[in-house]
Structure formats: structure tokens, C-alpha cells
């Protein structure tokens, strides 16, 4: 564990958001959380877990504690013809993860390589990309109730995913640590089955029937459509897509021909691409100063220098106020604004 004071937040979040915390603490292993010492900052001060911050804006200086969660580890706990139950402390990297999955020939996670993060992150926003969401490989999220200081085992199902959510961003919001995941991983029999390669471009790019093919296809794509966090800053989507009613999507439909729709569970409602729509408004590449949207994709808010923590607040205002008055709805932020 390691405890400074007063310093800059601009190492630890992928925005490069240069703002001050009070205090923040690094933790190596999730028992440092129930050390007394640590324990009184987490009850008496205002308090944040970070992960490896690229999913969090922090829109002025923090006053309270930071938790960094830094804990690694990965451990089988059982295996059988099928599959392998895998213990994974939070503060893993989520693609430290992904790649010990594909060296052991589990398949899965291969989708979602290159999603800077922890492992312990992972379950909150219900992470996804290329047709596969996290949820599907998650057996249950170890968590310790802040109030209680007591630990509580969540099943896949009392997590209560969805899309980019979960009772981590709701019920629970504020309430908890999660100090480990539990995936249940398919053994990989040689085939990629037809839902890994949903995602146009990787239907035609997966030539070989590896997993490390299929790695390495969603990384070449990903680097093709994203800015690299080791040269901008950024959240990646700073936005999320909409799931509205059909009837709501015919209107926007006259108004932005050819807006795509996407089935969902539930029967009337459809998702729509809210990229399609900014696109058209003219949101691609637009630029303010040192912040802007990326060349390529108008859902992500990137600071292309030191854009101040308000310049980047105040042009997400801008993109939100200008869908509104387009579509009338309200265009929700995927990242966690402080
Ligand atoms: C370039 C780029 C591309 C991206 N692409 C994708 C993508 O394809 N798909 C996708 O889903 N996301 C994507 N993201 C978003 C981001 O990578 C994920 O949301 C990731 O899971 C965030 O992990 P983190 O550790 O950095 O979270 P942080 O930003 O550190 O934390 C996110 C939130 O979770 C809370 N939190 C973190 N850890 C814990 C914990 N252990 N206990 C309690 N609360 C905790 C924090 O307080 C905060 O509210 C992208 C981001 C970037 C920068």
C-alpha cells in the first residue's frame, strides 16, 4: 500500500485530466482494504476506486480519497472437459487478463482485447465490443459492502446486467469495492463459432481458425477506428447508443434516412447507433481548441493536447444540447463524470 498526498491526477485517468485528489491510495492486495488504517479513510472521507481511469472524467479537483486498486492475480479454482472457473483479483489489467485467457486456449474474451481497464471494472459498464458483451463469461463478482465492511458473493444474475449497465451503476452505486471476478471460460475445440465474428469486418478478416488469429484481427481493427491513450486523451465512446420504441425510431427515421436499428430483448424497443445521428449533424472530427471529437468516430470525446477538465465538460454539453434539439432525447454519457 502506498500513500500520497495532494497530487496530480493526470497519471490515472486515459482523459490526461490534469486535477488534484486530497489523498490517493494504491492497494496492492484487496485485504489492505480491511486493515483499520485504511478502513477509517473509507468510512470518514468521500471516497473513489479507480481503476486504471479510462472510463472516468474527473471534471474538477477530488476532494476526498482515491483508491487505486492495483491487486493482480489470476487463479483456477476448478476445470472440467468444458470449461475452467477462473478467480481474478480487480485490479488485474483487463488485457493481461484477456491474454493469459487466449495462452491457456479459452475462448471468449478474445473480442474485447485492447478495452484499457481492470478486471474489476469490467462487470460495472458490462463491457463489450465486436458483438460480445462480458457478462456472458461472468460466473459471479466478490464485492465489499462499504457500510457493512462485509463481503457479498453476486451471481451473474443478481448483477443485473444490460447494455453498458449493470446494479453496479444503479442500486448498488457508491455502496461497494468489488475485490474479485469469477469468469467461466469455454475450452476452445478449434472452431470460432459464427456469434465471435457477428462484427462485419472480422467475418471477412478471420482467415485462420485461432484464437490467436482472432486477437489479433479485433486488435488491427481497433487500431485502425481508435485513438491510441498512449498518444490522446480519451474514454474511448463517451457516449452511449439509445435503445428507444419503435415508434420513436420510425420519426427519427425520416428525419436521418437509413438510421440503423438493432433488435433487443425487449420486443418494441430497438437500439440505435447515436454515432449515425452525430455523424449527420457534422460531430465527426469536429474540433474546439485542444478538444474535439476523433477524426474517425464522433461518439469519442478526445483531448488531442491539455484540454482543461471544463473545456472537455463543456463541449460534451454542447454534443448532448445539439442531439436534444435534433432528436429530442436525451443522449446519455457512457463515462463516469467527477
Ligand atoms: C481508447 C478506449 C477504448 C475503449 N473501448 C471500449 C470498448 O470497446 N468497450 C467498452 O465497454 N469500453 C471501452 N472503453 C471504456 C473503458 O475502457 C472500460 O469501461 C473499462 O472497463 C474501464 O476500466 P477502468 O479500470 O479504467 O475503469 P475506471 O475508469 O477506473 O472506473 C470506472 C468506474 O468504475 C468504478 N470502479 C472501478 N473499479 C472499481 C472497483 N474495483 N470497485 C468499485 N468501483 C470501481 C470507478 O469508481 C468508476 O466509477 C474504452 C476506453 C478507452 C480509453
Not at 463517451?238 to 437509413?258: C, M, Q, S, W
Not at 454534443?319 to 429530442?328: A, L, S
Request: neutral net charge; proline residues 3%.
Amino acid at each position: 500500500m502506498r500513500i500520497e498526498k495532494n497530487i496530480s491526477l493526470k497519471p490515472y485517468n486515459t482523459f490526461r485530466v490534469d486535477v488534484n485528489a486530497n489523498l490517493v491510495i494504491t492497494i496492492e492486495n484487496s485485504e489492505e482494504l480491511l486493515l483499520d488504517e485504511i478502513y477509517q479513510y473509507i468510512s470518514k472521507t468521500n471516497t473513489l476506486f479507480l481503476g486504471r481511469g479510462s472510463n472516468t472524467l474527473f471534471s474538477k479537483d477530488f476532494k476526498g480519497t482515491i483508491f487505486l486498486l492495483r491487486n493482480e492475480g489470476i487463479e483456477v479454482v476448478k476445470e472440467n472437459d468444458t470449461h475452467i472457473l477462473v478467480k481474478v483479483n480487480a485490479g488485474e489489467q483487463w488485457n493481461s487478463f484477456v491474454q493469459w485467457s487466449t495462452e491457456k486456449n479459452l475462448i471468449g474474451l478474445q473480442n474485447l482485447i485492447d478495452i484499457p481497464g481492470n478486471v474489476g471494472s469490467s462487470p460495472i459498464q458490462n463491457i463489450g465490443a465486436y458483438g460480445v458483451e462480458v457478462k456472458d463469461y461472468i460466473e459471479s463478482v466478490n464485492v465489499l459492502m462499504l457500510k457493512e465492511k462485509e463481503e457479498r458473493i453476486l451471481s451473474n444474475k443478481e448483477c443485473k446486467f444490460g447494455y453498458r449497465d449493470s446494479i453496479f451503476k444503479n442500486e448498488l452505486k457508491g455502496q461497494f469495492v468489488i475485490t474479485k471476478v469469477i469468469f467461466k471460460l469455454p475450452k476452445f475445440k478449434g472452431k470460432i463459432e459464427e456469434k465471435y465474428l457477428q462484427y462485419n469486418d472480422l467475418k471477412e478478416r478471420v482467415k485462420e481458425h485461432t484464437l490467436g488469429n482472432l486477437l489479433n484481427t479485433v486488435r488491427d481493427i481497433r487500431k485502425e477506428k481508435l485513438p491510441s491513450i498512449d498518444e490522446y486523451g480519451s474514454c474511448g465512446s463517451t457516449f452511449k447508443n439509445l435503445l428507444i420504441d419503435t415508434a420513436k425510431y420510425k420519426d427519427l427515421e425520416k428525419k436521418f434516412p437509413g438510421l440503423p436499428s438493432f433488435e433487443t430483448e425487449k420486443g418494441n424497443t430497438v437500439k440505435i447507433p447515436t454515432a449515425y445521428i452525430l455523424d449527420k449533424l457534422g460531430w465527426k472530427n469536429k474540433r474546439e481548441g485542444e478538444v474535439g471529437t476523433w477524426i474517425y468516430h464522433p461518439l469519442i470525446v478526445t483531448n488531442y493536447g491539455n484540454a482543461s477538465a471544463g473545456e472537455i465538460v463543456a463541449f460534451i454539453g454542447k454534443i448532448q444540447q445539439d442531439f436534444k434539439k435534433n432528436t429530442g432525447l436525451y443522449l446519455e454519457t457512457e463515462i463516469n463524470i467527477f
